[in-house]
Each structure stands twice: as structure tokens, then as C-alpha cells.
């Protein structure tokens, strides 16, 4: 199985859990993504393309595995900061 996900990175939990809590209120997760992430990604507005078991982080993956499609993760903290994860596809 291979999941597909978006996520905004950054080093500081304070502004991981404030940019959750303005996405909760319905800001667009795109834009938050190329506004605060400081992954490459940012510029695919977050987009990390569908990637398998064994190809990310333990603490990231175990997180994007267990989500429903559509939802956004709490923050998720990595050795290279904090996540939050958009589940976008699921695929066999």
C-alpha cells in the first residue's frame, strides 16, 4: 500500500500548533504549507507525492498510515521538526 500526503514543516511547536489550530478554522492547507513550511516542498503547497512503507521518518509514516484520507494530523514531532500531515490518497 502506498499513501499520499502534503505536510507543513517547521522547528518551533508554538507555530506547528498555531498553524493547526488556524487550519482547523479553514485556512487553506496549500497556503499555510508554502507561507511557513521550511521543507521543498512548499512550493507543491506541501504535496510529498505517494510514498511506501520504509520511505519516510518512523514517527511521520506511522502517523500518515493511521489517518483516514482527507484529515490533518495533530503536530507530529521528527528529528528534522514538526509535522503536520495532510492524508491526501491511498493506493494498492
Known amino acids: 500500500m502506498q499513501v499520499r500526503a502534503s505536510h507543513i ?8 500548533d498555531r498553524i ?3 487550519l482547523k478554522k479553514g485556512a487553506s492547507f ?8 521550511t521543507c521543498p516542498s512548499k512550493s507543491k503547497g506541501g504535496d510529498l507525492g505517494f510514498f511506501s ?10 502517523e500518515a498510515f493511521r489517518m483516514s484520507s482527507g484529515s490533518i494530523s495533530r503536530p ?3 528529528q528534522f ?5 495532510k492524508k491526501t490518497g491511498v493506493k494498492q
Open 76 to 78: 507530529v514531532h521528527t
Open 20 to 22: 493547526y489550530e488556524e
Open 30 to 37: 496549500s497556503e499555510m504549507a508554502r507561507r511557513y513550511s
Open 53 to 62: 512503507e520504509g520511505q519516510m521518518v518512523r514517527e511521520f509514516e506511522r
Open 9 to 16: 514543516l517547521v522547528r518551533d511547536k508554538a507555530l506547528a
Open 81 to 85: 521538526g514538526w509535522h503536520i500531515i
